[in-house]
Structure formats: C-alpha cells, structure tokens
C-alpha cells in the first residue's frame, strides 16, 4: 500500500488555484501589471487545454470581474474572500487520497494579519468537497517542499522560528509533519534568502526537481545570497540519497535600491508546463534552459513576474495545486 502524502508537483494534476490581486490598496501602483502577469501564468499552466484545469480566486465580485475581463475562457473564476493572493500558504494541502489539510497561518509570523487569509483554505477544500482536517500548529505551504517519497526539505529559519510554533521542538515538528502529511524524512537547510519577509521559505531556496535529486542556486557575480546557496548544498549533499544540481540564480535584483528575494526557484510544475519567473536580470534565459532540461516532458516557460514580486513572492507562492 502507498503511503498518503502530499504528491509530488510533478505528479498529475486535476486543478490549480491561482490568487488574483484583488485588493488596490495592497497593490497600488503595482495592481494592473500584477494582474496582468498572473493571468500570463495561469495560460501558460492551461497550455491551451493540455494542462491542468485553472481555477483564479479573486477575493470579490469587483477583482472576479476583472479576472474574467482579462482571462476569458481559459480559466473558471471562483470569489473566495482573502487577505492576499499567496495561496500556497494559507490554501489547503491536499493528499494522494484526495483529502485536505488545513493548518494555522498567523500571517507569517504575525507581519501581516489580513482578514480571510486564515481560513480561505477550509473555504477552497469545501468548495471542493475535499475531506479536510485542521491541523493546529502554524504551517505555510511554502515552507516545505517534498518529492513524494515522504522526504521534505525546509529550513530552521521559518520552521523553527519563535514566531510561528515557539512551544514545538525541532523533534516535534518532525512528528507533526509525519502524522499529518506523512513525511518521514526531513532535509533542514539554515536560512532563507535575504529580505524574504517569510522567514526563509524553502520555495525560494530548493526544490525537489524528482524523487531525491534538489535544485539549489549556484550564486551569480555579487549575489547577496552566496553563502546561504553554499551552505544548502553542502547540508543537502551530506544526506545520504540526495543529489543536488544547479540553477542559475538571478543574483543581485533591486527594487527601489533595495535587494529582493528574487529567485527562478519559485517556478511552478504544472502537468504541461513549468513555468519560470523572471526578473530582467542577466541569468533569465539560461536559467529557463536549465529548468527545461530537468523536465524534458513539459515545456520550460519563463515569464516576467516583477510586479508579483513587490509583493514579496512569484508564482509558486501564489498558486496550490490539486492533485489528479
């Protein structure tokens, strides 16, 4: 009997919910340009009906219709109030038997705490009609990332944190994710990039590209994030089963003379495409190529995603997918 787990992005996938920008004062300036680079997103995961099903969440009547103006029909949209789009943290976590589990979101360790986003994910496994459970310790999606195996990698920045379950030991933490996502083995890199406001999410940093092989980045000239690429190599490399390979990174990106969590980690694996942010920065296309020979059977895709990014995330981060 296989073990209920989280499947791997890459296995089969039914649906995937996408968040629209729905809130102007959250977006300001930005609002437009985010829509239109989530919508880009969403096609490119339909794949002109060879991918999966796309499902937009716009959080009222007044972004649905906005999402419905620029989608046409490729995409159903669905209003399911929300504080921000970043539905893979505080979206469900659905299981290979198709049941759902919610866990606490306290709006990344209380920055920032926006009416619907702790219980839009109970809202989307219902309308799904998912079994699901609430699991009570916080969560976000985009902490962990697993290859279907039952391995998962994090890191101790997020997971660890004091703002988010200070009660929880590392050993306790490790027995929540094997009971309630069955995941058995944990991989726990150190920090997360540079100014990511999530407390080091895991998606920007590495993800499971197949069962035991992680994508990490290999750092750019003058890349803020040099050590923290070295020192999660060296820790997934000293795990027995696992081999790393590389994707370029996107180096030093600035926004408003800031540096950004900027990484072409955050691609999404659909069922047709795998779909690349992109920042304007020198590693764009080499990076797209990359990702492309790690999955020969989908189409690599790069999009820009700099109006998502002022938001301090990209398309893995506001997507959750559902498996077949």
Aim: some cysteine; glycine content about 10%.
């Amino acid at each position: 009997m296989s073990k209920l787990l989280p499947p791997a992005e890459w296995a089969p996938h039914a649906a995937v919910w996408i968040g629209f920008p729905s809130h102007p004062e959250l977006w300001e300036d930005d609002l437009d340009a985010a829509r239109d680079e989530v919508t880009a997103f969403g096609r490119a995961v339909h794949a002109e009906g060879r991918g999966e099903r796309v499902i937009l969440v716009a959080a009222d009547e007044d972004a649905a219709e906005a999402a419905r103006s620029l989608a046409g029909d490729f995409a159903e949209i669905v209003v399911e109030p929300f504080g921000d789009i970043w539905l893979r943290d505080t979206g469900p976590i659905v299981l290979s038997d198709h049941s759902a589990r919610d866990f606490r979101f306290n709006g990344w360790g209380g920055k920032y705490d926006l009416p619907g986003d702790d219980d839009v994910g109970l809202r989307l496994a219902a309308s799904k009609l998912l079994p699901v459970t609430p699991c009570d310790w916080v969560l976000e999606g985009g902490a962990i990332d697993g290859d279907g195996t039952g391995l998962v990698v994090t890191t101790e920045q997020c997971l660890l944190n004091p703002n988010r379950n200070p009660a929880l030991s590392k050993a306790e933490i490790e027995r929540r994710l094997h009971d309630d996502l069955g995941l058995d083995q944990v991989l726990w890199l150190g920090e997360g990039l540079m100014n990511d406001h999530t407390d080091g999410h895991v998606d920007n940093l590495a993800r499971f590209v197949a069962p035991g092989v992680l994508a990490i980045p290999q750092a750019a000239e003058n890349d803020p994030n040099w050590l923290v690429y070295q020192h999660a190599a060296a820790a997934a490399e000293a795990m027995p089963g696992i081999t790393v390979v590389r994707i370029p990174s996107p180096g030093r990106v600035l926004r408003d003379e800031e540096i950004v969590p900027a990484s072409y980690m955050n691609f999404y694996i659909g069922n047709a495409a795998v779909v690349v942010p992109l920042y304007g920065a020198p590693n764009d296309e080499s990076a797209v190529a990359a990702v492309q020979q790690l999955f020969p059977g989908r189409t690599a895709v790069g999009l820009r995603a700099d109006a998502i990014l002022t938001g301090g995330g990209s398309f893995h981060c506001i997507s959750q997918q559902v498996p077949a």
